[in-house]
């Protein structure tokens, strides 16, 4: 089975940055749809970013302009810049690998992000 390994989670000022790693398998990383998805207490999940092999990205509205997802398929990685960081980005981050068909492969477990005020 194929495990995905978040990092780069962390306490954060709001106006600041933190970049997400997800090491992902390389059996998986390169056919694949890889992607950022978050949690926050009470609230319901949602998807934060994607990225295919080839390139086509999709963000959430909430995060536009300010975050940027990117692939190093050379080291089987799946970044998130975050930039600007708000408090309504608090949440458990979650990267993701997926077919293009939306059946989940594998999920990481999780990296918290706190940004205070």
């Known amino acids: 089975q194929v495990l995905l390994v978040e990092s780069g989670g962390g306490l954060v000022q709001a106006g600041g940055s933190l970049r997400l790693s997800c090491a992902a398998s390389g059996s998986i990383f390169s056919s694949n749809i890889m992607g950022w998805y978050r949690q926050a207490p009470g609230k319901q999940r949602e998807l934060v970013a994607s990225?295919?092999?080839?390139?086509?990205?999709n963000y959430a509205d909430s995060v536009k302009g300010r975050f940027t997802i990117s692939r190093d398929n050379a080291k089987n990685t799946v970044y998130l810049q975050m930039n600007s960081l708000k408090a309504e980005d608090t949440a458990v981050y979650y990267c993701n690998a997926r077919l293009r068909s939306g059946i989940t492969l594998a999920w990481g477990q999780g990296t918290q992000v706190t940004v205070s005020s």
């Open positions: 990225r295919t092999s080839g390139g086509i990205t």
